[in-house]
């Protein structure tokens, strides 16, 4: 047939090619839950019905099972399994996160000493207390580094350390992925099981009253008051000591072990808090009521002794006499109930109502995630406790009762009971009205679990585990549930229930008082017919022939609450009847007198018309001995007699007694009854006419009346339909297929059979009540068909019934019937629906082994003559196999009679069959195998299995479906789910086909089936959708690979010969010689020939990423889904672990790559969303962004037409298509997709691969570096930590702020490329990462799912779980390096080298920013060393960017913890050094580099340890020292002074270290590194942006944005020495609008630093591009910090830039934020809250330099005093110890002299900015009054003798004005005060201050707009008001009262005098403004006021009115210099300053 090489038939060989039979036929024995089934009595003949019910009950379940579906390990490892051990295999990875975190935790405990600088002095002072590097002790070297070796040895050296130790299955360490999409799962239906609710284990420990004197017995059972009905059977017991049950001796012949149980099992399935358990207590029968009989229990105690103890012995051998003589018989003595509702909570019964409506069904179909949630608890339902929430949460609980109510004697019935109990929970006072008697009862109550040991079920069954030796059963009681449950029975179960309810002798004479009914089931009239199959009660038989009620004293019309059980006999006649016999009992002991007298007797017949009666009776009682034959008739209908019955009343209704029945056998429902008796009576010989319920039938009706009840079954209740479901099946299916002969004529039942499948299997799914599993699929039905259905057994004979006829059928019976319909129907259906009807064409190479798929293949298939019913017709000459000759037609075959009523059916019916296709689908599959089985056919080949005209119904049946799903699809949503349905269902069936039939057809099948949807739909989404889930079904498929033909692939590059294939038709057989290997990446036309589904797969795929239609993501999604599925199947699959196979099988996915490379604009860029904190990050890679304005390849791909046939066009022909937009996947789908193109790049041939990348064009390789990158990013390593930093999932607003800095930068495009580029990565810098802002807060983001599962993990769950990720990580990112070293590999050939280098390293330094394992950085410094020794020269020159931040990351990793790390680190760094130095002498950038990276690394890494890196330095230094070869060079010097350099850096970060917690000791600390700098331009810029890095992540982002201007006027002025261009600033001059302190960045001098020096201002933001950039983060900064203005000034720096570069797109952006800015002012102007400024001072020796230091320190608005005072005392306090610090609570000068040398002292003070008079004309708005701020005031109230205040005439006030160094604000917070002046105000000038203060503050108040009158009020109260101590009144009498006598205070008197002038002006006109605002209740308070301010007016005016005449005397002349020193001197120190007292 064909060649294959030796190794590719081995192969073969070892897969096991297509094994012949994947499906078996097991007959699986059923389990039960009893140790023997539950069978009817032994010996019993039963009739065929109750035959056929036990046969279902107790026959074996037909499992059909898939023999290789084991192969398929995915979902069992995936689930559970053997995860559990799988990583017991793996290492554990160090990754250095988990290190530190460790370690940190450590480190913080220590307590800290505060060391504290404040010189402001240069860089020396910051070395001196550095150490020698060479006291440390340096790390072991790595001793080949200064070997010299080849580049070819090196890269085979690190290429064989890489591949050692690998994991073979990447899946296996991938989390396994949600099974949302999971379609191709098809749950396992629940198996049918017996159904038990809720169980609760009762178990009864105590009964006992005050006195013990007679035998006492218990009867438990539970009731519902709501639905007033009682839910279970009784449970009878006693606790009766052996002498009390001595007294009954004479009336127990025996005692059976099953009736001494004391605990029962009660059963409950719908909880509900109205549930009670009620306990109910006999006695034996005495003389008296049962109030005298309760009495001595109400008033005696046993414990009382004396008189009691006599009365008490008396009471009991009067019981003993009772006992002996009325032992026999009962009477009512007391009663409790127990609520049962705190065992069934209500928050749990919320979920459990859900729950248990899911158990019964009503869980709707929606989203398949509650469904599968849905199937999951079915799947418990067994319903053992463990599984039902409500009951999981109660432990064993005891409860103990202490008082017993007392029956009476009227009130017996349950509807007294539901009564009583119902109006109690309504009010508890009613209870108190009942008699009670106090005793004992102590329960136990429990969950019963499944494992209970020693139960006996309700028939006295033992159930399993039933140990031989414990005497004390549990008892199983059954349930009575309050609503139907629907579970189909699976038991024999055959139980009778009478309850005798009332009896009414009222009207009778005769002496019938204490009435007993004795109830017996007769099998006969014969007094010895009654039958012993009534269970006993306790401690006596199991089973008794009769039972008497109890007794209530002297009661004419007693009630009863009895409960008889009887386990009814399997074979009922006519003559079982239940027999009731009244007596009267004698209660007193008479001579010879009998203790019962005969009262009369009722009967009730068991069967009417063969029927079981229940249900209630209202039955005549007869007086006398009954006549013969009676129980022939009902007591109702009796015949008249001769001699008459005597009947009471006349033979009226006296007794009321109620039957039920709870039984698996009798239907007690009427058509079902019918519908198995005409069964029947076609079954087996029977004698016409037939009796069914009241109506006689005949021979010749029989065909009638059975189809007419077909029909009808549908009309029965769901309860009965559904609890006989399995028979009622197995009945119809046998009559579609067994032919009848009725009275000479043949009947067919097929149709009507099948129509009621149909209807039976539509009105299960619509009841809301059942259950469906996650496809939607009904669970009842998909359990029947799983476990039950087996094809029917055709009885060989042809059934003929009666005698007239023998006839044998006509031969051809089978086709013409419903042949020709089918025929019509089906060209019908191929006219209007089907038209795609081409032959296959997929015609392509024929190469298969397996002559089917050869089929599909070749290409003569297409010259076939064209048969109207069938797609796929066989070839003529196999008609002649035995199969399609035609058949005798007593052999229908099952699967061809149902697929044919499938093909004919019509209307509602129709409908129906397709929209639960599943079923019939699954019932074909199940019965071919079944066929296939019987016929022995499996070595018929499989062409010839199934006829061809059988083949041509599947044909059909599949095109309807697809037209159905088709017309479905355009119908609103419900409807469209239903197509989604069908469609999945399909798939499955043509996924069993595939190993049932002719695999050729069913190809054909699959793939006629995608076209025809492709022609009928046109929504892309909906399509795509669909297909997706179809294909993910087939594929997964066991034989998947074996169908795909993978073993074609060539998994060589082509240069070897490949296997040459030949077929009978070359013509059509292309080999793989002539295939460019760059098709092998690309989804061709001949791949999807040769590789059928995977080819649909992808092109699915590809049409999913290509298209932009709305909803498109969720495809995308399951897309990607999908084929992460397939690949992880074949991973974990036990058949492709040899590595030869794996290769074999990457190659079949192969296109995969070219796929996922097109689609690379639409990946999840991780680096945007993740940012770590403290962790530098560089951007996302330059060339993403080019990717995405360059092509996608699948553009052109149409999608609309017959996309299976469509060409891809590969390779990058389609260059010109224009950018186009395409959604992003998200992060979960993108990572989906990068784990599999790593499983492709690790499982494929390397040689392949590396041949392929030689071949591509440049632009592809940076794609695939892009790809490597983001793969990187979404494999980053998260931690176990995260399951704790979930809480923190706000990650910090600072870093959100940050995120929309950079757009700025991020957004420019086209020519603005270059400068994008230079931004996009600062220097080791997570440069505030934040792209896609709308990616930030995606719930999905995976890490945070996992996380959030992850809460309620154990330990050792969350640490396996670090293990398997952290092993994940690991090997993505060694997959990625091999990818990298491949690349390297093929291109170094290449001349476009240096691009791709620059793309190798921005791997490289993206993998070493992210959170790596050890063993990954080993392996990346191997590859970062071989890439310097052979590129060195490339990477100094070209990479320059690339070479700076790969010195931070080495850097970074000098600083590791983890030796090995080190090691690694310091040799790369070494060699990195050593390699710039010899290579072009580029030493001077490469140090520039290292020392940038450490300043950049120490100022924000809070995780930084500098003992290591200083151990790293001592490391390098011992390289430099030893290195021979660099001796006489300069290098071993130069290497030394950069090393002394880094460590004196080093020093600053142990200072700043100290200071972490103190963020002003930090600032400034930092102020001073970056100040030290200030020759060094690049490393001032990298500390002010560290500091502005550390303001924003305390929200400071005011002097953030300060750190960053005067970054750009650092800029600036070097600009300036290069360029000299108008448009840019001239230095930083410039910014002086911006802020007064930025002239510090004025260069020192031009001689000190030439920028054009090698190394010098290299940083990417000296340029014009970086200057832009870092105003424009500062003004998103300002306008963060609400300071507008400011923006303003920035971008007038920034526009004339942008314009010069004419960049219009930024300068739109830019004016629309001005815009806002502007907008902000004008809304927000006044509301905006500036800083808020507090003096603090620091006093005492223990400050060190701090010591009697002032600061004004800026603090965020509205900080009140407290604030910061418990800031600073509680920091200082942890530093110095509580106790020693002290805070100075008020303002006056401290005096040093006082305080107590050993504490230290702060002073806080709140103060205000100030400004002079003429600086308040220019300060006009709100921002000028809180900016540019210098100049700060505070008052301090004093009087003479020392105390602050006293009264008016003594108050004076301080007011001190300090002075800072910089203006406010800054780039720190807080600022030295260099200069203070005080002034002194004396009392006169305090009062003119407060006076003017009021005048103001009532002018506002008067014309404030809109006029508020509250405010109003209070003003003028405070004003005018009933004169307030210190008031105004008050002030004027202390100074105006008299005129002073010192000259020098006459201008302050006048002064104040014209103050309270204009005050008394000013209350006036408030006075007269509230009078126009008030109401009319305010007219009192206004005359009141107006009263106040006359009375005010009058007392002031005196006052006013006197003027000082020396003052208004004419003036001759005025020197002007004495008057301007006069107008001051109050002011300043003048002579008058009062002395100070302490």
Known sequence: MMQLNNLDSELLQELGDFPEDDLEVAFTPKEHRTLQPSLPEEGAELDPHVRDCVQTYVRDWLIVNRKNQGNNEVYTFTKRGSRRDFHKTLQKQTFESEVLDYSNSNYQACPRHLKVLCDESNRATLTSGDFDLRSLQPDPHLPSLLQPVSAENLKRQNEEARQSNRPTELFALYPSIDEEDAVEIRPVPECPKEYLGNRLLVKIQTLKFEIEIEPLFASLALYDIKERKKISENFHCDLNSEQFKGFLRSHTPCVDSSSLARSAVFSVTYPSPDIYLVIKI???????????????????????????????????????????????????????????????????????????????????????????????????????????????????????????????????????????????????????????????????????????????????????????????????????????????????????????????????????????????????????????????????PEFVKEVCTSVTYHNKSPDFYEEVKIKLPAKLTERHHLLFTFCHISCQHKQGGCVETLLGYSWLPILLNDRLQTGHYCLPVALDKLPANYSMHSAEKVPPQSPPIKWVEGHKGVFNVEVQAISSVHTQDNHLEKFFTLCHALESQVAFPIRVLNEKITEATLEHELKLSIICLNSSRLEPLVLFLHLVLDKLFQLAVQPMVIAGQTANFSQFAFESVVATVNSLHNSKDLSKDQHGRNCLLASYVYYVFRLPEIQREVVKLGT???????????????????????????????????????????????????????????????????????????????????????????????????????????????????FFFELLVKSMAQYVDNMEKRDTPRRSRFSSRFKDDITTIVNVVASEVAALLVKPQKESEQAEKMNISLAFFLY????????????????????????????????????????????????????????????????????????????????????KLANMFDLTADYRQQHFLTGLLFTELTAALDTEAEGISRVQRKAVSAIHSLLSSHDLDKSCLKPEVKVKVAALYLPLVGIILDALPQLHDFTVSDGRNGKGRSGSPDEEQEAASQINQNIALAIAGNQFNLLRSSGSSVSAVPYKYYNTLSPETTRHLLICFLWIMKNADQKLIQKWISD?????????????????????????????????QVLQKSRDVKARLEEALLRGEGARGEMMKRCRMPVGNERFPGLNENLRWKKEQTHWRQANERLDKTKAEIDQEALVSGNLATEANLIVLDMQENIIQATSAMDCRDNILGGVLKVLVNSLTCDQSTTYLM????????????????????????????????????????????????????????????????????????????????????????????????????????????????????????????????????????????????????????????????????????????????????????????????????????????????????????????????????????????????????????????????????????????VNEVYKIVIPILEAHRDFRKLSSTHSKLQKAFENIINKGQKRMFGTYFRVGFYGAIFGDLDEQEFVYKEPAITKLPEISHRLEGFYGQCFGEDRVTVIKDSTPVDKSKLDPSKAYIQITFVEPYFDDYEMKDRVTHFEKNFNLRRFMYTTPFTRDGRPRGELSEQYKRKTILTTMHAFPYIKTRINVIQKEEFVLMPIEVAIEDMQKKTLELAVATNQVPPDAKMLQMVLQGSVGATVNQGPLEVAQVFLA?????????????????????????????????????????????????????????????MIERKIPELYKPIVKIDSISRDSFRNSSFRKTENLPPQSA
């Open 804 to 918: 007239s006829g023998g006839v044998n059928l006509p031969e051809s019976r089978y086709y013409t019937y419903g042949r020709t319909t089918a025929v019509s129907v089906g060209s019908r259906l191929l006219q209007s629906r089907a038209t795609s009807c081409s032959n296959p064409d997929i015609a392509g190479t024929q190469t298969a082994t397996d002559e089917e798929v050869h089929n599909i293949m070749s290409s003569r298939i297409v010259d076939r003559s064209y048969n109207r019913m069938s797609y796929y017709s066989e070839p003529s000459s196999d008609m002649s196999s035995p199969c399609t000759s035609p058949r005798p037609s007593s052999k229908k075959h099952f699967h061809e009679e149902l697929a044919l009523q499938m093909v004919v059916s019509a209307g509602m019916v129709r409908e129906s069959v397709f929209k639960y296709s599943w």
């Open 282 to 540: 006999e006695k034996v029968l005495q003389q008296g009521e049962i109030g005298e009989c309760a009495e001595p229990y109400m008033v005696l105690k046993e414990s009382d002794g004396g008189k009691t103890k006599e009365k008490v012995e008396k009471l009991k051998s009067q019981a003993e006499s009772f006992c002996h003589r009325l032992g026999a018989y009962r009477m009512p003595f007391a009663w409790v109930p127990i609520s049962l509702g705190s065992f069934f909570s209500i928050s749990t019964l919320e979920r459990d109502i859900a729950e248990l409506e899911v158990l019964n069904g009503k869980g709707s179909t929606g989203d398949r995630k509650t469904m599968t949630m849905q199937t999951r608890r079915l799947s418990e339902r067994s319903l053992g406790i463990e599984d039902v929430s409500s009951m999981t949460n109660f432990k064993p609980t005891t409860l103990t009762v202490n008082t017993f109510f007392k029956q009476e004697g009227d009130k017996l019935s349950d509807e007294d009971l539901f009564k009583f109990l119902a109006d109690s929970k309504r009010s508890s006072s009613l209870q108190r009205r009942v008699k009670s008697i106090p005793g004992l009862l102590k329960l136990e109550i429990s969950p019963a679990s499944e494992a209970l040991t020693c139960c006996l079920s309700p028939e006295l069954l033992p159930v399993k585990p039933f140990p031989e030796n414990r005497s004390r059963p549990h008892k199983e009681i059954l349930e009575f549930p309050v609503r139907e449950v629907y579970d189909p029975h699976t038991v024999y179960r055959n139980l009778l229930y009478v309850y005798p309810q009332r009896l009414n002798f009222a009207n009778r004479l005769a002496s019938g008082r204490n009435i007993t009914i004795k109830i017996q089931f007769m099998c006969g009239e014969d007094p010895s017919c009654a039958m012993p199959i009534i269970f006993g009660k306790s401690s006596g």
């Open 1419 to 1686: 392996h990346c410094f191997a590859t970062l060393r071989a890439l310097i020794v052979k590129f060195g020269d490339l990477l100094f020159e070209e990479e320059v960017e690339q070479c700076a931040d790969l010195c931070q990351r080495v850097l970074q990793h000098c600083s590791s913890s983890i030796d090995a790390t080190r090691i690694q680190s310091c040799a790369t760094l070494y060699l990195l050094m050593r390699y710039s130095f010899s290579s072009t002498s580029n030493f001077a950038r490469v140090k520039m580099q290292v020392t940038m990276s450490l300043a950049s690394l120490v100022g924000k890494a809070s995780d930084f340890n500098e003992e290591y890196l200083r151990k790293s330095l001592r490391t390098i230094l011992a390289y430099a020292e030893e290195d021979t070869d660099m001796q006489p060079t300069l290098f071993p010097a130069q290497v030394e002074e950069l090393l002394c350099n880094l460590n004196s850096i080093l020093s600053d970060t142990v200072k700043m270290r100290e200071f972490q917690e103190d963020p002003e000791m930090l600032m400034d600390l930092m102020y001073r590194i970056a100040k030290g700098y200030q020759t060094s331009p690049d490393l001032r810029l990298t500390w002010l942006q560290n500091m502005a890095e550390k303001h924003a992540k305390r929200k400071c982002y005011t002097e953030a944005a300060m750190c960053l201007v005067h970054a750009a006027a650092l800029v600036a002025e070097y600009l300036s020495m290069l360029e000299d261009h108008n448009y840019l600033p001239v230095g930083s001059v410039s910014f002086q609008n911006i802020s007064s302190n930025v002239l510090e960045e004025s260069a020192v001098s031009d001689d000190v630093l030439s920028p054009d020096e090698d190394g010098v201002c290299s940083g990417r933001y000296f340029s014009e591009n970086g200057l832009v950039g870092l105003l424009e983060q500062a003004a998103e900064l300002f306008s963060t910090g609400g300071l507008s203005e400011t």
């Open 1256 to 1288: 591509l064009p440049s632009m592809q390789l940076n794609k695939i570096l892009d790809l490597l990158f983001i793969c990187v990013s979404a494999f980053e390593y998260k931690g176990k930590q995260s399951s704790d930093k979930v809480s923190t």
């Open 992 to 1075: 069993d086909l595939l190993s049932l039939m002719d695999r050729g057809f069913v190809f054909n099948l699959i793939k006629h089936y995608c076209n025809q949807l492709s022609n009928k739909l046109n929504t892309v989404p909906t399509l795509i959708s669909m297909r997706l889930e179809f294909l993910r079904i087939l594929c997964s498929h066991e034989h998947y690979l074996n169908l795909n033909l993978f073993f074609l692939t060539s998994s060589s590059a082509p240069t070897s010969p490949s296997p040459s294939l030949s077929s009978q038709n070359s013509s059509s057989c292309s080999s793989f010689q002539d295939q």
């Open 1938 to 1998: 008299e005129i002073p006598e010192d000259s020098k205070l006459y201008r302050h008197h006048n002064k104040l005098r014209l103050c309270f002038k204009e005050f008394i002006m000013r209350c006036g006109e408030a006075v007269e403004k509230n009078k126009r605002l008030i109401t009319v209740d305010q007219r009192e308070y206004q005359q009141e006021l107006k009263k106040n301010y006359n009375k005010l007016k009058e007392n002031l005016r005196p």
